[in-house]
């Protein structure tokens, strides 16, 4: 693979000083990267047969979650672990029964082949906002939201509003 997996890190409220912040809602599912025209697994294994339906009509380099996610917008992890299988008797059924979800939330390489990983984060997601397309007719990939934090109160008002709704988390 071209890229490796960038994984998260303990947040600290001196961290806000430096440049601007967004929160992103942080799916329960399997962090993976759409590139080649497959989707690629943390541990590197090509798991696009497990997921027929996620159809990215694109040649950039994406990363985000694979999720299932319910109809108020929550996953639950252990919904996208029941797509750990090989059997295509069943890939086929849950596809149908609980489609999966990958919900992006970066982009490594346009889709002209242009690395943009020296970018910063927020630059990446308009270059992705202007150069994929993202349809949400069939919700098999969307752009995950980002929410504007201008300090640590805004952190912890959504680290309780995710204890609340009892949610993975935020990241930042």
């Excluded at 889709?111 to 993202?134: E, S």
Aim: hydrophobic share 40%; charged share 30%; net charge negative.
């Amino acid at each position: 693979m071209r890229y490796g997996f960038q994984l998260a890190h303990t947040y600290e409220p001196s961290d806000l000083s430096r440049g601007s912040w967004v929160a992103e809602i942080k799916y329960d599912g399997v962090l993976a990267m759409w590139i080649d025209g497959r989707i690629i697994n943390r541990g590197g294994n090509d798991v696009t047969h497990r997921f027929p339906e996620v159809r990215i009509d694109t040649d950039a380099v994406l990363v985000g979650e694979l999720v299932i996610v319910d109809e108020n917008d929550m996953s639950a992890f252990n919904k996208i672990q029941e797509r750990s299988t090989d059997d295509p008797i069943k890939i086929r059924a849950l596809a149908r029964s609980q489609p999966a979800t990958f919900m992006v939330f970066d982009m490594l390489e346009t889709p002209n082949g242009k690395d943009i990983t020296g970018l910063p984060f927020a630059q990446r997601r308009v270059l992705m906002a202007a150069k994929v397309t993202f349809d949400g007719r069939n919700g098999s990939f969307r752009m995950v939201k980002q929410i504007p934090i201008a300090d640590d109160r805004d952190v912890q008002a959504l680290v309780n509003k995710c204890r609340e709704l009892e949610t993975e988390g935020i990241m930042l």
